[in-house]
């Protein structure tokens, strides 16, 4: 089966796998969070372009944690127990250097979207404040 090039959903799936590991590390920084506060931030961070769910979240999870880049914790303070995560030292290492790969990396694809003709932003649904939603957290 060969895939298609001129979809949308092909070219986002592709960017989501990707990218998807550099913004958990980046929902982390700074608090630990669970599950559901991991996606309510990986939102915020990429605003309406992703929308993160358990099959996406749970995995990471489980595959950060295997690498010594998150560390989590059982959190039986509430009525329901939840799994808290934190980024240990090498999770903010693996951070700076994604993100360090990723600005080498837009320069070049911010050329290519130049050169196709598509003006920046374009492709972002309008946020409720009346701007592109693409990178907010409106």
Request: with cysteine.
């Amino acid at each position: 089966m060969t895939a298609d090039l001129k979809d949308p959903a092909y070219w986002d799936t592709a960017i989501l796998r990707a990218s998807g590991r550099l913004f958990m590390l980046a929902a982390l920084t700074g608090r630990p969070a669970h599950g559901y506060e991991i996606a309510r931030r990986l939102s915020g961070l990429c605003g309406d372009w992703c929308k993160p769910s358990d099959a996406m979240i749970y995995p990471a999870i489980r595959d950060l944690e295997a690498a010594g880049l998150i560390q989590c914790e059982l959190d039986e303070s509430s009525a329901r127990k939840r799994r808290v995560c934190q980024l240990t030292v090498e999770g903010e290492r693996a951070l700076r250097v994604g993100a360090e790969a990723w600005d080498r990396f837009l320069p070049a694809i911010t050329q290519v979207i130049a050169e196709a003709g598509v003006e920046p932003g374009a492709g972002c649904p309008p946020s409720p404040s009346g701007g592109a939603a693409c990178g907010s957290a409106d």
